[in-house]
């Protein structure tokens, strides 16, 4: 019944939202079935006489200023207890953090702030999550006050019908309020902050949209309620994804979550890639994407590593893969949150996949308060998604998000703490497979992240990375490693 609401994306668009300005040339094109369908769809969802005919009840219906929710799946539902829960997209820990990058100009730094911890705590109050604002990066839910094309793929439409929108967990969770619209606070001018934050908050937190006016979740902004609240069925549908209050101790913290890949060994690959990475004396990066492709970083080119070698049709250049991104990066690594960060200089990039994440580069102590230019590399620690280490020269530190201030006083400390390490490294890498692999020159040391020392089992580390992990086949030297490759 959806599907003729459904742009050329697949994703469901509010029949005149972003199209009704062109609703004539929309009409031409669509005079067959589906555009009364649409329109039949669109009135009994909202409770409208479903004639099929676009009438002026309808078109005030659609001008209603409203929510944009990002998600390709995203359908207002029948009031039903699933019609809460979207795809069980949820958080799986307990402790979140959030962060406002970007201010509105219509309202002081400090009022955004509070109504946004409102926002969140109407949520926090029924269920077993907290959230806390952090001034600095990496965060797990990021605000930022947009207008117009905002680097994703959803730009907003002006003053007027999409005021904001949001990301379900899994999609990172991120929520952006169109800055055009005026936001007030406990007034009947303007838009108010907290009820739409709470209603993009319940998206970043998995809910989706309503068509009951007493929910939070509803998909239209009704105007001010000074006695605004989360309705039972808000209520009902957090908990169905979170549980209760105090009542879910047992519920997986998620905060070690990494799979555990078996330690299987892999076949030998078939097609040797000769590239500039075998001959190559050193690398400049290597990290997971959040589809979980490791890639290196070589120059102004990159390469997907498939097990134990290069995948083919690679390199390609770093500025077709991540636009924007320059080559000669330091470092690199995704965080939890499935962002990737780059870093060259004093400058950092974030990227979403492959789309730039904002207004990027800026600078590393903006961004990274206490983390030093020039960086060798940057991964994240064996046992935390969360907590980020960075290296350069002979020292490294650890970075924590979590804490005030990320890093701690007694950070930065020697690499030769790590027992078998080199004293300076190139590029690190935190495995999904659990080990944590640091390359220096044309070689790589495997360390075992309960131990932290490196390993020891079978063939001595350091390895030579051409063969271990990029299949190189001509090499003069180190031949006998032909037949081994990095266990994954
Ligand atoms: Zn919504
Ligand atoms: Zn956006």
């Known amino acids: 019944m959806v599907r003729s609401v459904r742009d050329h994306n697949g994703d469901f668009v509010y029949f005149g939202v972003g199209r009704f300005k062109d609703k004539n040339a929309s009409v031409s094109q669509h005079t067959d079935n589906d555009f009364q369908e649409a329109i039949m769809e669109y009135q009994s969802l909202n409770y409208l006489k479903s004639t099929g005919v676009l009438d ?11 929510c944009g929710l990002k998600d390709k799946h995203n359908t207002v539902q029948n009031k039903s ?21 970007k201010y509105s100009k219509w309202l002081h730094w400090s009022v ?100 009951d006016q007493s929910d939070a979740m509803y998909f239209a902004y009704l105007g001010y309620d000074p006695n605004f609240q989360l309705s039972r069925d808000d209520i009902f549908g957090i908990q169905r994804l979170y549980g209760k ?19 299987t060994i892999t076949s030998r690959p078939s097609v040797a890639q000769e590239s500039e990475l075998c001959t190559s004396k050193n690398i400049d990066a290597i990290f997971q994407t959040d589809d979980d492709s490791t890639i290196v970083f070589l120059r102004n080119k990159y390469y997907k590593l498939l097990q134990n070698e290069v995948a083919p049709g690679y390199p390609k250049d770093i500025s077709d893969g991540w636009p924007g991104l320059p080559g000669n990066i330091d470092a690199a690594f995704t965080y939890e949150n499935g962002k990737t960060y ?40 064996w046992n935390s998604n969360s907590t980020v280490y960075f290296f350069k020269d002979r020292k490294f530190w650890l970075y924590d998000p979590n804490t005030t201030p990320p890093v701690k006083p007694s950070y930065p400390k020697p690499i030769s703490n790590i027992e078998g390490l080199p004293d300076q490294i190139d590029a690190a890498l935190h495995h999904p497979n659990g080990n944590m692999y640091f390359f220096r020159g044309d070689k ?30 001509n090499l003069t030297r180190d031949s006998t490693h032909l037949t081994n490759y990095e266990h994954f």
């Not at 002026?56 to 409203?66: L, N, Q």
């Not at 400058?347 to 030093?372: A, C, H, M």
């Open 56 to 66: 002026a009840a309808t078109t005030e219906m659609m001008r209603r200023p409203r």
């Open 81 to 101: 207890v699933e019609s809460f829960v979207l795809h069980k997209s949820r958080w799986e820990k307990k402790h979140l953090t959030y962060g406002i990058t």
């Open 112 to 211: 955004v702030d509070r109504e946004i911890a409102k926002a969140f705590s109407l949520w926090s109050e029924h269920i077993d999550l907290t959230f806390t604002q952090h001034r600095n990066e990496p965060v797990d839910i990021d605000i930022r006050f947009e207008k117009y094309i905002h680097h994703d793929e959803n730009p907003f439409d002006g003053p007027g019908q999409v005021l904001a929108h949001a990301f379900i967990p899994k999609h990172g969770g991120d929520i952006h309020f169109d800055d055009t619209e005026h936001w007030t606070v406990n007034s009947t001018n303007g838009t108010n902050l907290l009820q739409v934050a709470t209603h993009e908050v319940g998206h970043s937190l998995g809910l989706l949209d309503t068509r």
């Open 245 to 263: 209050k105090n009542r879910y101790r047992s519920w997986h913290d998620g905060e070690n979550n990494i799979g555990m890949a078996s330690n």
């Open 342 to 381: 780059f870093f060259q200089g004093n400058k950092y990039w974030r990227y979403r996949g492959r789309q730039i994440d904002g207004d990027y580069p800026r600078e590393i102590s903006d961004g990274f308060p206490g983390i030093p230019n020039n960086l060798n590399a940057a991964m994240l620690w």
């Open 444 to 473: 790589y040391y495997r360390v075992d992240g309960k131990s932290s020392t490196v390993d020891h089992s079978g063939q001595p580390y350091p390895r030579r990375t051409a063969s271990w992990w990029f299949g190189c086949k």
